[in-house]
């Protein structure tokens, strides 16, 4: 019986006498972001080989999608990045959108993008976070997690949940926002401004932290593209592609923001590239605050999609009706395919749709970011030192609820 | 379509003719299903060409088809960072097809997933072994004939 | 016979003793000091937890513990209490006697580095008539004995290690043996400043020749920086506590140790930290003497407190903000900064000493 350590397909060199350990950085670690488990075989301090083996937290998302209506699956992509869960409603909720051919009421839309951005504002605090912490600083960790407070207090103001929303649904939003959520997200991007000088101050000039993180974890920009690394990993390496910009989606057309871009694709640059982007979407929070409209539907016009409002739906027969029948049979999507890509946090978070005529997806694919972007760290860690082994898989930002779904 | 596709769609017939099965459009989605005799070919084809220029692959997944003779669809995504246009490759095969990760390094652990959930076997792959289920695991996941609640070990 | 014989010992060592008649009183007067001052000196390193839990807490916006006794006080008593009713598991492949002895090693030779130090003026004759001496032992050759004891500590970290039958932990015991013994060298090359300043080894006169001229902070700047800098690296302490470190090795060389032995090596290096701290307090801010004549009312023992409080404050300071050094920027560091800096400054003082420049009251 094969085990993890000794792979079949892997080289079992202790046959032959080595010097080399092998040492599992086991799925119970306090630095790997989750139950991640990585293979080092050492030489003294370097690392000869590195091979991550994810899995442990694999749910089999996909398998019980084939099962479940559309609207159901909503809840099972909060769980996949945990971290930024709303992004993940959004890319699933729009993937069928556009599968369906339905169109989203301006409000919503708004609504959407700015949330979008305080997520990945939140998702990149904690990657700051644990990074700074894995690398030796504890104190930023805590001053992250304050502010990451504010927006956890956000989202439990529209939906209801703090980490896992499930607030968008296809056609629109489960609601629309209470009053008093323009005055918060306002509040939240003035005090956020000044947080984001005090990190810097702290963390970005420290000798100490340059040092650890520069000329860490290279990957040139034809490796990048060669392994099909997406967001701040690609961007670190000096690759301009964001598909906010690129290939842009809801109103970020409308929207003036810069994308930061690396240029030697270390450590560095990747954790440069990030506390730009949280700068920018600060930037592109207090702009898309100004263009949201202040009054409109949040939900799509379609009868067959969209469920009635429950004002009508708790008094008219009619729509009472209607709610039971969408709510028990589902709706039917048109036969074909479809993907969807946005840009997350971590990546082009992408959900594959395979519909053939029934209520349910026939193959629903998530193409993880994280899951990607893992694949380069034997290219980042082979040469190296185990102590930079961990700062790779921070700089990385993975979420192993993405990596193994 | 967009025009920067009609070009690849164009390109792809002259080059491999009879081997391209057919080239459907939904929703500004080009899919195009080959024999998968040419299934590298075309991949690196449409890596290689000026025009194409793919030069990201996004993911390369499977769909399971039981009551067909040939029951897997092989399905990848291209991207292109130059031409910001996107283009879906299909394939049927019963068990085997020719492994991308000579032409991409992404497909190295898109293509352990595929063969873990439904038993595809990529030839050619460096490193072919369970990722997502244990190694010693029996049995494939994603395959219509297996059940949702799973088997106990 | 035995106390005669003691007494000998003593004498041959070159103690400054206060001529006891009775080697016997003198042996008890002893005894009664040093349970005193070992009392106060446990204590203080058990509510260092504390205070340095709250200093980190309060640096990251929290309050730290509040809920044990007021403002969290009695949470070092709760720590101890927690950890002497755990179960002291032994791994099966650790050597079981070494694996027993390892974290004790790594805590008597700290703990009785603070014998030599003078909690007041040692040529004095103490409280309740030489009953309570402010100095355990006052040995002509105190500095000496100090630098001894920290290199016997560093058995400790090396038997634990190595002991645990764990391969982490002999990773973590590897590499933190060798950083301590460089940097060892760099504390002692920084201490010597202050000896040839003073002209002594023993901590009292060096004391008494600050409070002579000034503390010798101010002349002996980069011995100060080059010792401080060694002390903490001496100690495990972030930023150089790399062999400990949480997030790589999982807790390093003491990783198998559980209960109380977990707790001594834990507190062993409080104590190790306690005794940089009580160091740089004699030797670079003038000990037990006060900074200026009109406060002299305040007792020997306070002024020494406080000024070891603040080193260890800065010991807090700098473990909440800085980031950890990588293994191999950290020797680098010690061998290639602070050795050629500590070497400057032992040559230039001997320089100036030989050639009898003193700077007006600097000497």
Request: hydrophobic share 45%.
């Amino acid at each position: 019986m094969q085990n993890v350590m000794n792979p079949v397909g892997g080289d079992n060199f202790q046959e032959k006498g080595d010097k080399r350990m092998r040492l599992s950085l086991g799925p119970h670690h306090p630095s790997t972001h989750g139950v991640l488990q990585v293979i080092v075989d050492l030489e003294g301090e370097t690392v000869v080989r590195c091979d991550p083996v994810p899995g442990y937290l694999h749910r089999g998302t996909e398998k019980l999608a084939e099962n479940k209506y559309y609207t159901q699956i909503i809840p099972l992509t909060d769980r996949l990045d945990y971290l930024s869960p709303f992004n993940n409603n959004l890319s699933y909720t729009m993937a069928v959108e556009k599968l369906v051919g339905i169109e989203v009421p301006e409000r919503a839309q708004w609504i959407r993008l700015i949330l979008s951005e305080l997520q990945r504002i939140a998702s990149h605090l904690i990657w700051f976070g644990t990074h700074v912490m894995d690398i030796g600083a504890i104190t930023p960790f805590l001053w992250a997690a304050r502010d990451r407070e504010t927006i956890m207090d956000i989202f439990e103001m529209c939906s209801g949940a703090r980490l896992t929303l499930s607030y968008t649904r296809i056609g629109g939003l489960m609601s629309d926002v209470p009053p008093g959520f323009n005055e918060k997200v306002h509040e939240f991007t003035e005090l956020f401004h000044k947080a984001l000088k005090d990190y810097n101050k702290v963390v970005s000039k420290n000798p100490i932290f340059m040092s650890r993180t520069q000329g860490v974890g290279v990957i040139t920009a034809e490796q990048a593209i060669q392994y099909g690394l997406t967001g701040p990993s690609l961007r670190g390496s000096g690759v301009e592609w964001d598909l906010r910009k690129h290939e842009p989606y809801m109103y970020y057309d409308q929207l003036d923001f810069e994308i930061p871009l690396g240029s030697t694709g270390d450590s560095y640059d990747r954790y440069l590239v990030r506390m730009e982007e949280m700068e920018q979407s600060n930037r592109i929070i207090q702009q898309a605050l100004a263009k949201l409209p202040s009054k409109g539907p949040v939900k799509a016009d379609d009868p067959k999609i969209v469920l009635p409002p429950k004002e009508l739906s708790m008094s008219r027969a009619e729509e009472m009706q209607r709610h039971f029948y969408q709510v028990i049979h589902g709706f039917p999507a048109p036969v074909g395919e479809c993907y969807f890509g946005l840009e997350g946090p971590k990546g082009e978070l992408g959900f594959y749709i395979i519909s053939d005529g029934s209520p349910r997806p026939y193959r629903l694919k998530i193409r993880a970011p994280s899951y990607v972007n893992l694949q380069a760290l034997p290219l980042m860690t082979e040469g190296r030192m185990i102590a930079d082994v961990i700062t790779c898989i921070g700089t990385i930002d993975i979420v192993l609820g993405e990596v193994d779904r | 379509m967009k025009e920067s596709l009609q070009v690849v769609a164009q390109k792809l017939q002259e080059k491999f003719g009879g081997n391209i099965l057919g080239i459907t459009e939904f929703r500004d989605e080009v899919t195009v299903r080959v024999k998968k005799t040419i299934w590298f070919e075309v991949h690196q084809f449409l890596r290689d060409d000026p025009d194409c220029a793919f030069n990201m692959m996004i993911d390369e997944t499977a769909a399971d088809y039981p009551l067909r003779d040939e029951r897997f669809d092989v399905i990848s995504h291209l991207l292109s960072l130059s031409k910001r246009h996107r283009f879906r490759v299909k394939a049927s095969t019963s068990e085997k097809i020719p492994s991308l990760c000579p032409v991409w390094k992404t497909a190295n652990w898109l293509e352990r997933e595929t063969y873990d959930m439904f038993g595809i076997i990529y030839e050619g792959h460096p490193d072919l072994r369970r990722i997502l289920m244990a190694e010693n695991w029996e049995g494939f996941p994603l395959r219509k004939d297996y059940p949702t609640e799973g088997y106990d070990i | 016979m035995f106390s005669l014989a003691l007494f000998d010992v003593v004498n041959a060592t070159e103690a400054r003793v206060n001529a006891p008649e009775e080697p016997v009183i003198w042996f008890l007067q002893t005894f009664v000091t040093l349970f005193i001052i070992m009392n106060v000196v446990m204590v203080i390193m058990a509510y260092q937890t504390w205070a340095e839990r709250k200093v980190m807490a309060l640096a990251q916006q929290r309050f730290g513990p509040m809920r044990t006794g007021p403002i969290g006080l009695l949470q070092p008593i709760a720590d101890a209490v927690k950890l002497l009713n755990k179960e002291y598991i032994v791994p099966r492949d650790a050597d079981k006697t070494l694996f027993f002895f390892a974290p004790i090693i790594a805590f008597i030779p700290a703990l009785a580095a603070f014998a030599v130090i003078p909690w007041g003026d040692a040529t004095g004759e103490g409280l309740f008539g030489g009953w309570i001496r402010p100095i355990i032992a006052n040995l002509n050759m105190g500095i000496l004995y100090l630098l001894a004891l920290s290199s016997i500590g560093v058995y400790g970290i090396v038997m634990s290690g190595y002991t645990s039958g764990n391969k982490y932990a002999t990773l973590g015991s590897i590499r933190s043996s060798a950083q301590v013994v460089s940097y060892e060298l760099t504390m002692g090359l920084g201490l010597m400043g202050t000896l040839i300043m003073a002209g002594s080894l023993n901590l009292n006169d060096v004391v008494i020749a600050q409070q002579n001229t000034m503390w010798y902070i101010i002349p002996q700047f980069f011995g100060f920086i080059v010792y401080a800098i060694s002390g903490i690296a001496e100690t495990n302490r972030n930023p150089f506590d790399l062999p400990e470190a949480e997030s790589e090795l999982v807790a390093g060389y003491h990783l198998e140790y559980g209960a109380m032995h977990f707790g001594m090596v834990y507190l062993g290096e409080y104590i190790n930290m306690n005794v940089i701290a009580a160091t740089v307090a004699t030797l670079y801010l003038g000990g037990w003497a006060a900074p200026a004549s009109f406060l002299e009312f305040i007792p020997g023992p306070i002024w020494l407190f406080l000024k070891f409080a603040f080193f260890l404050f800065i010991y807090y300071w700098i473990r909440v903000t800085l980031p950890r050094f990588r293994y191999d920027q950290l020797m680098g560091f010690c061998w290639k900064v602070l050795f050629p800096i500590a070497l400057a400054n032992v040559a230039i003082t001997a320089v100036f000493k030989y050639l009898g420049i003193t700077f007006g009251w600097w000497g």
